[in-house]
């Protein structure tokens, strides 16, 4: 594997949908490269600090918000010398994104006072009143005809569903909750998935046409729902909650087939426990050379990792949450299913070091990865069963079914990932930290072979 | 006077309780007896001699006697001795003293039993009270957890509210403050994605809206029901194969008057539809009728299955037992045959296993360091290996680039006297041509231009063999002049149409000049272009 220098750039570097071109801003400055060479093929200049990129589902364009000047501004990539500046003016912006067909920009005011939808083919504007101010508070179908949004009046919630097309409203209705926290469609885009906030464990199923299909309430009193996954093939909707444990739906009756349980001893024989120990560095004595480089310096201050097998049973480290905070550092809150159905990844928020991968055929806990620090993210691969994970290391591991194996990404000790992207084609990923960001190929073989650049 | 005494007496039977220590002191109050257990037995026959051995002995009777008297006159009961300083004992009064205890001692008895019940009673009345208590706690904090939910989202809606109110003021604000300045500003308006022209919004797209939107739902429900129908098919395609081989299974005389007893009739019945509804394609009705038959019919088969195999095993059982004592002597005979074989057997593998075991420690005894020292001792043999052959490969590469280098150079040199050598010649026909107008000489200049150098035939073997094998290294210690004509002409021979300098990029080896020139004439010769060199040679000498 060999890594070029970490890439000096600030934040939301992305990759876009389709294969070539790769964006991320520095200050008020977009630079927009190619995937595969790293080499910049347009600069642009932005008016002000840029807070958020997105590129349009086609890859031709690209919106900057600048959130504190309440600007958006677009660029082409086809015609570097088109412009285009939404101005928000005195109404602020908290949020902007794309619609789904590449042409419209969704700006959020501030203080959730409405949402413009800007068009960039006709003059028209339309306006969302009353969205709500939750964490997923706007969701498209995965084909991108509807948009359902969380709407508040009158201190009750509602949800309106809209036609990309034209944005006309198709179904409006009010919600049994009594704090929308989120809503998520199914991958079929016939289902729509709204919980409620953490106080209320409820989690409520409509239909595309606003019928609601089932409700489902685990428990009354503790904390409810933390996040929630749906399977791709819209067949298991998996929700994570505050008592650490997950349950999954079955799209048939809506009722929980199982729940998954992360205690803080595994001792299932069938389960392998992967741990993360740290190896000390090999020092060629052969390729020491005077002054030393950049890279063998590095090499070797740097702690190198691998995995070990560890026997079961395992004790994991376990952080007794803090009783009288809000949030409490409890629960699963991350889970994500594989690309082919067949896995789901958890992270049990009180056992912050480890992810758990469970296998959805067999409805088993499959392996659990037993990192050094905190898990900071993890993705998987969108083509095949592969799961990525950074913990704020320089390093990123992945997880397959034939194994698993630590990246190093050589180069300055400190390089922190805190985040990960998978390009569409499953190819490379983008890692990224607070400040820079690095590209990593992987090879098309199932072997981990990984060759990785980062741009200099 | 009288003292209690802790008295600690051996267990002396099992069927007698046991006998806890105590120490008690006149004054405690009797509701503290509640607390202690007390239980005195009463020594069983066979070692009354002993216990009442520990007391009172030959020797120390008339303490023993003086002491009872004491106790008993505490106690309340009249002295046992006849006269007050006396020896003599009053029969009747120690008799009466002892039926007076007897008596005590039930009624100690039966409190006790009271005591005791009275203390289990209250023992589960805690119980149930703690644990009423809990759930009344329990429900008590739910109540007050209730409680603050209301309140809290009472006093959160009066909040939002307000917010709310906040918030329509702003939007009032920011909506009347109409910007000068417009809000978008685009270069110019970008394609649909679709290519398509936007439509009004209108009913009938509203309509259309609605249809697609059902579309989308229905065509979701009938690919969801498909798949549940393939599924039931081959469920039930599973469960007839299951049906089909249990009735295999069981043998026909299941079938017979044993089980006609009660739903014979049911059976035969059952059968018959089993046998319609087997000819019919039954995965295609789905009736609730016909799926309730199968199942039944499943369960009926396997219930008939499970008695058959109990019954077998019965019979197996009980055919082993009873046929115990026939086969006694027989089985028991070879019974220890196959004992004493397989304890050779034993035997032998032990010992396989014991020299396995021998041998994979030998194997393992080196410990990790030294197996790593090993690894690496491979490794690093590979590795010196390696760097041999990289070292070689280096070398060789330099080598190529030498002779690359001058056989480049040799080539434009060559170009270069090519030229001259045209001019050279252009001049010497010139000169020739004059020369056999003016005068018929033979020029010996010419001639010695071919035998003038030393080594004229090895000469033109060297460059034709290195002309056919080595682009490279030229010999600078010939000559240059003839070794340059003798080169052309050489060429010109032996390459017809292959310009020498170019089309030799893959000659390597830097061969030996003396053996090379063996072989080279021998091979130049053999080629057939020796004549043609000789015939040439021959042409031009006039």
Known sequence: ?456 | MGDWKAITVPLLSSGSKNIFPYTSERKRSPTSMNSQVLRLSLPSPKNMYNFFGAFCTEENLEQSISYIDRELTTMGFPSIYAEPKGKELNLVCIINCMNELLVLQHKNLRAQEEVEIQHLKLGSDMDHLQNCYAKLKVQKLQNIISSRATQYNHDMKRKEREYNKLRERLHQLVMNKKDKKLAMEVLNYVGRADGKRGAWRTDKTEARNEEEMYKVLLSDYEQRQKQLLLENAELKKVLQQMKKDIISLLPPQKQKPKERSEDGLVLSDQEEDIGELNKENMWELSCETVREQLTNSIRKQWRMLKNHVEKLDNQVSRGHSGAWNEKDVISREDHELETGKLELEIQQCKEMIKTQQQLLQQQLTCDDDTTLLLQDCYLLEERERLQEEWRLFREQKKNFEKERKSFTEAAIRLGLERKAFEEDRGAWLKHQFLSMTADCKPENTTASAFLRSSDPDIRLVKSASRQRRLPSVLSPAVSPEPFQISQYIAQNSVASEKPAADNMPNLWVEGDDKEETEECTKSWEDSGVGPLFRNLHMEQLP
């Open chain 1, 1 to 456: 594997p060999w890594f070029l220098e970490v890439f000096k750039a600030r934040i939301l570097p992305q990759l876009s949908p389709v294969l070539s071109p790769q964006a991320s801003c520095i200050q008020h400055r977009l630079v927009v490269r190619d995937a595969s060479s790293l080499q910049i093929l347009q600069l642009y200049t932005c008016l002000d600090q840029i807070q958020y990129i997105e590129w349009s589902s086609d890859s031709l364009f690209i919106l900057c918000a600048m959130y504190k000047r309440g600007i958006v501004q677009v660029w082409s990539l086809e015609q570097p010398d088109w412009h285009c500046k939404i101005d928000e003016g005195s109404a602020g912006l908290v949020a902007s994104c794309w619609s789904p067909d590449g042409r419209h920009i969704l700006n959020t005011t501030e203080f959730h006072l409405r949402i413009t939808v800007w068009s960039l083919c006709t003059k028209s504007v339309s306006y969302i009143k009353y969205p709500k101010a939750c964490q997923q508070g706007m969701a498209f179908t995965k084909d991108g005809r509807y948009m359902a949004v969380a709407e508040r009046r009158d201190c009750k919630d509602f949800i309106s569903i809209f036609v990309c097309n034209n944005w006309q409203l198709l179904r409006h209705f009010d919600t049994e909750t009594q704090d929308l926290f989120g809503i998520e469609w199914a991958p079929n885009g016939c289902v729509l998935a709204a919980w409620d906030t953490c106080l209320e464990y409820k989690v409520l199923l409509y239909s595309l046409d606003g019928r609601l299909l089932s409700s489902y309430r685990a428990y009354e009193w503790p904390l409810g729902v933390k996040g929630i996954a749906w399977s791709p093939s819209s067949q298991f909707l998996a929700i994570g909650s505050f008592d650490e444990k997950v349950r999954i739906l079955n799209h048939v009756t809506w009722k929980k087939i199982t729940e998954f349980d992360h205690p803080a001893t595994i001792s299932s024989k069938k389960t392998i426990v992967y741990k993360e120990v740290e190896k000390s560095p090999t020092v060629d004595t052969e390729r020491l050379t005077f002054p030393p480089t950049r890279a063998l310096a590095s090499s070797l201050f740097s702690t190198q990792s691998k995995y070990d097998i560890s026997q079961v049973p395992v004790s994991l480290q376990y952080i007794k949450p803090v009783a009288d905070r809000a949030n409490p550092k409890v629960g699963v809150g991350m889970l994500a299913f594989s690309a082919d159905n067949c896995f789901l990844a958890t992270k049990n928020d009180n056992i912050p070091n480890a992810v758990w991968i469970w296998d959805i055929r067999k409805l088993k806990l499959s392996v659990v990865l037993e990192q050094l620090c905190t898990i900071q993210a993890f993705q998987w691969d969108p083509c095949q069963p592969r799961l990525a994970v950074c913990t704020g290391s320089s390093r990123v591991y992945l997880w397959s079914p034939a194994g698993c194996v630590v990246v190093q990404v050589p180069g300055e000790g400190d390089f922190q990932i805190t985040s990960i992207s998978w390009h569409c084609s499953g190819d490379s990923m983008l890692l990224l930290s607070k400040e820079n960001f690095c590209v990593c190929y992987l090879e098309r073989e199932e072997r981990k072979g990984v060759k990785t650049c980062c741009p200099v």
